[in-house]
């Protein structure tokens, strides 16, 4: 603009009186460095964001990179041309004031010098020489926001031209499938191992990347949207890349884990809905392993070097914990996880790595009640006061082959909200024949309404029978998370 100077905009986006930033008077004279010095800061404002801030003419030219600087080449991020900054700001760091313009706390992320490879309205090509990054970055800009053919001058993206200083760097996985433990007893050698609770939630890995998190559930399906609450793990996190194993957990009035209470959050996809279930329903996502750290994968080291790993990071907030492991004895552990209304404990083996997507027995899961995964593979209608809706869901479990048997029906253990669900659910999978191979009793095959075994569900029950069926099951809930090509028989 004809008559402005360089801090114009900067002044007037801020009051001296309100903020801790340096706002040099107008009449200042712009001081004058070797034109070297870089700042990156991190803004935790209404978003988390870097400020990139590269001395050029006596101010700091800024950029604010929503995700940070990308790593690798190949990745390009955004960056948003911002005001120019004072030199002064290349040291600030604190709290913004509530109210004033990028409220938050701002700390400074790295600094350092620049060499400068091209500097023009549309490129700007720099070496960066910081304690943190090192390399070669390109910014340039795209079109206006939203996409249309006016410039506006702001949208840039920014590219690391040159491969990362680390030589074992690695980027983060798209997908790292969750290790299964077996069941069965508690570990006769104590010391080998560690113990943890075991929660009665839904598995979930998070994928931490520029403050921002990404949910998976173990059969491979993005459920961020419907825990919100989780976002602030990434926020906690600012700059650190990771992959994160845990369990999303709901608590009763006791603070207990109920598994009912979580049904009511597995299913929603409406980010408004799940927004308004966070406030009467929350979440807390419980932490216990750790699978890739800032450019390394970390699933072959030995359990106690990963969870060492995890607690370094300490995460704890509002909606994320990291709960303790301990040494053991075992049997004291699995006593205390009873006194506690928990699901039993988990013992792992301090040698063994990571083994994603594999069950293996150097997890080991003991329980207080006997529970099983169970695949839908029909529903019998209610009678009585249960006449206007289901009354019993048959149930199969694969064998060791992935062939489908019949395991049974469950008829207890439903809420009618449960009931009225499930209806909805099972309505569009009927089909006229059974999915079992096995021929059935006419008993257990009269009025039944037959469905494509798609569905998975978990009961807890006393034992099984000698034909392979449930004994004395209870209907606890549908598991989304599961498919059912993942169902086993519980030894």
Known sequence: MPGSKPLDEYRAKRDPARTREPVPPPDAPLPRGDGRTFVIQEHHARAL???????????????????????????????????????????????????????GHMTVWDRGTYETVKWSDREVQVVLHGERVDGRYVLFRTRGRGGGARDDGRSWMVHRMDPPTRTDWTPLPELVRPMAAVPGELPGDDAAWAFEMKWDGVRAVAYVDGGRVRLMSRNDLDVTRSYPEVAGLGEQLGSVQAVLDGELVTFDQRGAPDFGRLQQRMHVADPAVARRLAQSVPVVYLLFDVLHLDGRPTVDLPYDERRRLLEDLGLAGRSWQTPPAFDGPGAAILAASAENGLEGVLAKRRTSPYRPGRRSPDWVKV?????????????????????????????????????????????????????????????????????????????????????????????????WTSDGRLRHPSWRGLRPDKDPRDVVREA
């Open 49 to 103: 964001h870097w400020d990139l801030r590269l001395e050029r003419d006596g101010v700091l030219v800024s950029w604010a990179v929503p995700k940070g600087l990308p790593q690798e080449p190949g990745t390009n991020h955004l960056a948003v041309h911002t005001e120019d900054h004072p030199m002064e700001y290349a040291t600030f760091e604190g709290e913004i004031a509530a109210g004033e313009y990028g409220a």
């Open 367 to 463: 329980k207080h009640v006997r529970m099983q995964e169970v695949v839908l593979a029909g529903w019998k209608p209610g009678k009585g006061a249960r006449a206007e809706t289901l009354g019993a869901l048959v149930l199969g479990v694969p064998d060791g082959d992935g062939v489908l048997r019949p395991a049974g029906g469950v008829g207890t253990g439903f809420t009618r909200r449960a009931l009225d669900d499930l209806l909805r659910r099972l309505a569009p999978l009927e089909t006229a024949t059974s999915p079992f191979v096995d021929r059935l009793p006419a008993a257990e095959t009269r009025d039944v309404h037959w469905v494509r075994p798609e569905l998975v569900g978990e009961v807890a029950f006393a034992g």
